[in-house]
């Protein structure tokens, strides 16, 4: 029982890490993002 209490810890402190480390920008504009992604796409294919 213990075992699973230690794995519960490593998954509710994983997950609070990647929520805290993950990006804020939620205020991109989804078209920007579009072309962005569209740009990076083309240089990929062009290397």
């Given amino acids: 029982m213990e075992f699973v ?4 810890g490593i998954v509710v402190l ?3 890490g990647m ?4 990006p804020r920008d ?3 504009d989804p078209d920007e993002y ?3 992604s569209t740009r990076a796409s ?3 294919g062009q290397a």
């Fill in 5 to 8: 209490i230690f794995l519960a």
């Fill in 14 to 16: 994983t997950g609070l």
């Fill in 19 to 22: 929520y805290l480390a993950w």
């Fill in 26 to 28: 939620a205020d991109i």
């Fill in 34 to 36: 579009r072309a962005e």
């Fill in 42 to 44: 083309r240089r990929k």
